[in-house]
């Protein structure tokens, strides 16, 4: 696996101090706070898309379970039209 390097410029004291002391609170590095609080806000963004895809995954098929029809609401808003 590819494993980048990264280098943040103009971090504000405040954050680079509260991770200093939550790294200092769990005894790793200040490199391993930052890399671990990195890969948590990217799994919790993937999981929550996971959680809407499937919501709107269960609604479609909920729809076409009650017979919802694409083509035939296409066809009744055609004639409907003229």
């Known amino acids: 696996m590819f494993m980048a390097d990264l280098k943040v410029r103009q971090l504000d004291e405040r954050v680079a101090r509260a991770l200093k002391l939550r790294a200092s609170k769990r005894g790793v590095s200040l490199e391993e706070e930052v890399r671990s609080t990195l890969m948590a806000s990217v799994a ?10 499937e919501a709107l995954r269960a609604a479609a098929s909920a729809r076409s379970a009650t017979g919802s029809d694409s083509a035939r609401t296409i066809r009744r808003e055609r004639d409907a039209s003229g």
């Open 44 to 53: 919790g963004k993937r999981e929550a898309f996971r959680r809407r895809a």
